[in-house]
């Protein structure tokens, strides 16, 4: 049954995915004027900019591919200029109902630049014009800044306009002890003819919150500090509330006496500048070193254990601000344990503590392994084969896939026990390269003949687990697809695969963290591995029949399809040489089984994506596909956070579902090749950036695998 219209006027959405469709595109902001039998929603289309809030017709959008929002949720959302900013704003529901639910007095924490400020809500102001009953006007905060030394500025600062997206933190009013004397003087603002200012934000709310709030502040008028606190060492991670209800947090670099104290104070490095803090100095001496404006100097009373983590560095009894569910315990069997069904990822793997837990330069290793067996069944035989075999890291290696699949987590003493069998000591505590891991995995410890069976035109054959990209810069477009990097890349060095391999594991022309070829580089979804193997008949590139030649300086041609390889029968081979560009090209022979028929169509090879392995400033992360649907692709992250100091702490894995990876990756090569990396969603912009090595399976071996489980 179809909503009614008055029903539908207030029913606002933004579009999360999907390709452009009649007007929306992903990030656009509309109303509903009507929905389909189908199930599709009709409506207006807003717009920011100079005609920010004037409706245009949107035309229609599936409804899954929307998500509801509020008319003030709409309102904020609509000041985000930013496409991905605004997206980013529903990632985080918590920090985004806060704000939603300012109101004047309320204190937050602003992106300003590249600094962080305090600063306090004074006013909620619209922005557009209300000419006609559609117009919706935009909403935005302005903001009057608090001096940084924690204290507020006698002398009133400028007011400035943010939106939701400029706001870090939330610190309600209720929460700000009695004594403080705002300043609620007027002074002047912003003086627009198309901006309105609200001069109370609580009139816009409903008057039983208000009413509610008022009462909130008259029994709880300040904040109610634990007095037993956690004792402190140096490297403990602690926040500070300063007096006007600002929170900071930062590690302790020095705790004692200062000179002119009678008590004990702590040196805390905070994690952003904050105005008239030191370098590591109180007044004259030396505590210790950092950047300037990051060391604060308070008494220890002040320190409280740092509210993000769940756990303080010296103490198990700190208050949990953030609870962490409990491990359960594993009993492991002897039974195949198959990969996570598609319609069960969202529950046993999507969240904190999830996928495999990083510990001491684990990352490459961890990253590694949820890639090959978390999804995918493509190397599954190795874990079946192996386990009945006496090999200790055999069964460890299955124990910990059996686990990640049957509980969606592995502890980091499970994977400890697994590096301490791995045969070298600098598996345990150093950084490593993917490759390196996986070339002892398979061929020292397991024992596996290697992936890849790669043959050179001079008939010489070699075998490896990964291969490497190897070609000129010139050779390629700027942002090239990992197609036209494993075509160019065989070409040039003269090889074929012997044969279709199991799984494809290629590693992108970049040396870690240090250089990278390409600042860019989009993930083909299925490689062509028909024109890549050996001995395999092939179509002429122009009219379809048996290839003869294949030419190499063909490949760049851009009237010729560019960055494809390009076959010809001997016919077509002569004549596109006769081509004046082209008569100093040196076609090569293929090796064509004799008894294939020269009008006998040639059989399609291909292989699918589905892992992919990034690094970042020496930290590598995941992204890996988790069943059959084009949006279902997973973030993961071993170390995605931290709980305590070094020495006592743990670190936090987490698994993001990553729909808009899918969105992109669903388009075509020239859309794909248009696009601004700079402009697309985070993990999609870290995928792009960040690529080191693009994982494939043979569809054939996978389902292979699949029909050979044990039940």
């Known amino acids: 049954m179809e909503p009614t219209p008055a029903v539908l006027k207030e029913m606002f959405f933004i579009v999360l995915r999907g390709k452009s469709r009649k007007g929306f595109s992903r990030g656009c902001i509309g109303q509903v004027e009507?929905?389909?039998?189908?199930?599709?929603?009709?409506?207006?289309?807003?717009?920011?900019?100079?005609?920010?809030?004037?409706?245009?017709?949107?035309?229609?959008?599936?409804?899954?591919?929307?998500?509801?929002?509020?008319?003030?949720?709409?309102?904020?959302?609509?000041?985000?200029?930013?496409?991905?900013?605004?997206?980013?704003?529903?990632?985080?529901?918590?920090?985004?109902?806060?704000?939603?639910?300012?109101?004047?007095?309320?204190?937050?924490?602003?992106?300003?630049?590249?600094?962080?400020?305090?600063?306090?809500?004074?006013?909620?102001?619209?922005?557009?014009?209300?000419?006609?009953?559609?117009?919706?006007?935009?909403?935005?905060?302005?903001?009057?800044?608090?001096?940084?030394?924690?204290?507020?500025?006698?002398?009133?600062?400028?007011?400035?306009?943010?939106?939701?997206?400029?706001?870090?933190?939330?610190?309600?009013?209720?929460?700000?002890?009695?004594?403080?004397?705002?300043?609620?003087?007027?002074?002047?603002?912003?003086n627009k003819k198309a901006v309105m200012r609200i001069n109370s934000m609580a009139n816009i709310r409903s008057h039983g919150q208000v009413k509610e709030n008022q009462k909130e502040k008259s029994i709880n008028p300040s904040r109610n500090h634990n007095p037993s606190r956690a004792p402190l060492e140096v490297g403990s991670l602690v926040e500070v509330v300063s007096n006007t209800g600002v929170t900071v947090h930062g590690v302790v670099r020095w705790l004692g006496i200062p000179v002119g104290k009678t008590s004990e104070w702590a040196g805390i490095e905070l994690d952003y500048n904050v105005n008239h803090c030191s370098d590591g100095t109180y007044g004259d001496q030396r505590l210790f070193t950092c950047k300037k404006g990051r060391a604060l100097f308070v008494p220890v009373t002040n320190c409280s254990p740092d509210s993000r983590f769940v756990c303080s560095s010296t103490a198990s009894d700190t208050i949990n601000q953030v609870e962490i569910p409990p491990v359960p315990p594993y009993v492991d069997s002897e039974e195949y344990v198959a990969p996570i069904a598609e319609s069960e990822v969202m529950s046993l793997l999507v969240g904190r503590m999830k996928g495999i837990q990083g510990h001491i330069n684990s990352c490459y290793l961890d990253a590694t392994l949820f890639s090959l067996f978390s999804s995918s069944v493509t190397l599954d035989n190795i874990c079946l084969k192996l386990a009945d075999t006496v090999q200790p890291i055999a069964s460890t290696l299955r124990k910990i896939v059996n686990r990640l699949r049957r509980q969606g987590f592995v502890p980091a003493a499970s994977v400890m026990n697994f590096r301490n069998q791995l045969g070298c000591d600098t598996f345990r505590t150093e950084e490593k390269d993917p490759e390196e891991f996986i070339t002892l995995l398979f061929q020292k410890v397991l024992c596996i003949e290697p992936l890849l069976k790669l043959r050179s035109r001079s008939e010489s054959y070699q075998e490896t687990y990964t291969f490497q990209i190897f070609l000129e810069k010139e050779q390629i477009a700027q942002i090239p697809t990992v197609q036209q990097l494993l075509d160019t890349s065989c070409l040039s060095c003269d090889i074929k695969f012997e044969e279709m391999p199991s799984c494809l594991i290629v590693q992108m022309p970049r040396f870690g963290n240090k250089y990278k070829m390409f600042s860019h580089i989009i993930p083909s979804m299925e490689l062509d591995m028909t024109d890549l193997l050996y001995?395999?008949?092939?179509?002429?590139?122009?009219?379809?029949?048996?290839?003869?030649?294949?030419?190499?300086?063909?490949?760049?041609?851009?009237?010729?399809?560019?960055?494809?390889?390009?076959?010809?029968?001997?016919?077509?081979?002569?004549?596109?040489?006769?081509?004046?560009?082209?008569?100093?090209?040196?076609?090569?022979?293929?090796?064509?089984?004799?008894?294939?028929?020269?009008?006998?169509?040639?059989?399609?090879?291909?292989?699918?994506?589905?892992?992919?392995?990034?690094?970042?400033?020496?930290?590598?992360?995941?992204?890996?596909?988790?069943?059959?649907?084009?949006?279902?692709?997973?973030?993961?992250?071993?170390?995605?956070?931290?709980?305590?100091?070094?020495?006592?702490?743990?670190?936090?894995?987490?698994?993001?579902?990553?729909?808009?990876?899918?969105?992109?990756?669903?388009?075509?090569?020239?859309?794909?090749?248009?696009?601004?990396?700079?402009?697309?969603?985070?993990l999609v912009r870290r995928l792009l950036c960040d690529s080191y090595m693009f994982l494939y399976q043979n569809p054939a071996t996978t389902l292979s695998s699949s029909d050979h489980r044990e039940p």
Request: net charge neutral; charged share 20%; glycine share 6%.
């Open 34 to 190: 009507a929905e389909t039998q189908r199930g599709e929603l009709m409506g207006l289309l807003y717009r920011g900019g100079a005609n920010a809030g004037s409706p245009k017709n949107g035309g229609v959008v599936r409804r899954e591919d929307t998500y509801p929002l509020s008319r003030r949720q709409a309102q904020l959302l609509l000041f985000v200029s930013s496409v991905s900013k605004r997206l980013k704003q529903l990632c985080n529901p918590q920090l985004f109902s806060a704000i939603c639910e300012l109101t004047v007095d309320d204190l937050v924490v602003v992106k300003n630049k590249k600094a962080h400020l305090p600063g306090q809500v004074k006013n909620l102001m619209q922005i557009g014009r209300k000419e006609n009953k559609d117009d919706l006007q935009m909403l935005a905060f302005e903001v009057e800044f608090v001096d940084r030394d924690l204290t507020l500025s006698k002398k009133p600062a400028p007011r400035s306009l943010f939106s939701a997206a400029d706001i870090i933190q939330v610190v309600p009013s209720n929460s700000i002890p009695i004594g403080l004397n705002w300043n609620t003087g007027q002074h002047g603002g912003t």
């Open 535 to 682: 001995n395999s008949p092939r179509q002429c590139f122009i009219c379809g029949q048996l290839a003869a030649h294949e030419c190499l300086q063909c490949l760049p041609d851009h009237k010729l399809h560019p960055g494809r390889i390009k076959q010809y029968c001997t016919t077509c081979n002569i004549q596109v040489h006769r081509h004046s560009s082209r008569q100093g090209h040196s076609p090569k022979p293929l090796s064509v089984p004799a008894e294939v028929a020269t009008d006998c169509p040639a059989p399609l090879h291909t292989m699918q994506l589905f892992a992919v392995l990034c690094i970042h400033t020496s930290h590598y992360v995941s992204f890996v596909k988790s069943g059959s649907d084009p949006h279902s692709w997973l973030f993961f992250d071993s170390m995605a956070d931290r709980c305590g100091d070094d020495q006592r702490g743990f670190n936090i894995p987490e698994i993001q579902a990553c729909p808009e990876l899918g969105d992109f990756l669903s388009q075509s090569e020239e859309e794909q090749a248009r696009a601004n990396p700079s402009y697309a969603p985070e």
